[in-house]
C-alpha cells in the first residue's frame, strides 16, 4: 500500500510516499520524500497554484491509496495557520478529486505515533522516521521527516484498529 503524506504549507509543503503493509511486518519503505517550495514574492494565489501543480503531479506518478495531511491544530500566528490551512485544502482537495482517502493527524499525534512521546522534538521525529523506514540517514529537511512521519502513523494507526476491531469480533 501507498501511502502519501503531506506536511502543508504555503512556502515550504513537505511530501513523503512511504509503501508499508495493513498487516505484518513493523518495517516502512520510504519510497519518496521532499519538500515543495514556493517563493514568498509571489502572490497567493500563485503559490497555491504551484503546491496545486506539484501535488496533482506526486499524486498522479505515485497513484498512492491514502493521502495523509497534517491536521492544522494550533498555530501561535494567525496568518501561518492560514495559509496552512490553505495548502491542507489543496491536498485533500486533490485527493478528493481522484477518490482517495483522506485522514488527517495532529503532529501530537504523529509525534506520539513514531516516537511514542507526543511532545517528541523535530530531531526525534527525524530519527525514528529513519529507524523505522531502515534509512541510514535522517530524512532532510524537517518537512519531509514530517511528511513521511504522517504517512507511517496512518498504516500504525489503521494497524491497531484493525487488530482492536480483530478482537472484538
Known amino acids: 500500500m501507498f501511502v502519501l503524506g503531506i506536511d502543508p504549507g504555503l512556502t515550504r509543503c513537505g511530501y513523503g510516499l512511504v509503501e508499508g503493509q495493513l498487516h505484518g511486518g513493523e518495517m516502512f519503505r520510504a519510497v519518496e520524500a521532499g519538500v515543495l517550495e514556493t517563493p514568498k514574492e509571489v502572490a497567493v494565489e500563485q503559490r497555491l497554484a504551484l503546491i496545486m501543480k506539484d501535488l496533482r503531479e506526486l499524486i498522479e506518478e505515485y497513484q498512492p491509496h491514502v493521502v495523509v495531511v497534517e491536521k492544522v491544530f494550533f498555530q501561535k500566528n494567525a496568518l501561518t495557520a492560514i495559509s496552512v490551512a490553505q495548502a491542507s485544502g489543496i491536498a485533500i482537495g486533490l485527493a478528493g478529486e481522484r477518490g ?70
Open 100 to 169: 482517495i482517502t483522506v485522514r488527517q493527524f495532529t503532529s501530537q499525534e504523529v509525534k506520539l505515533a513514531v516516537t511514542g512521546y507526543g511532545a517528541a522534538d523535530k530531531k526525534q521525529v527525524q530519527q525514528m522516521v529513519a529507524s523505522l523506514c531502515g534509512l541510514r540517514e535522517i530524512p532532510q529537511p524537517p518537512d519531509a521527516a514530517d511528511a513521511l512521519g504522517l504517512a507511517i502513523t496512518f498504516l500504525m494507526t489503521t494497524r491497531t484498529e484493525q487488530r482492536t476491531l480483530g478482537v472484538a469480533r
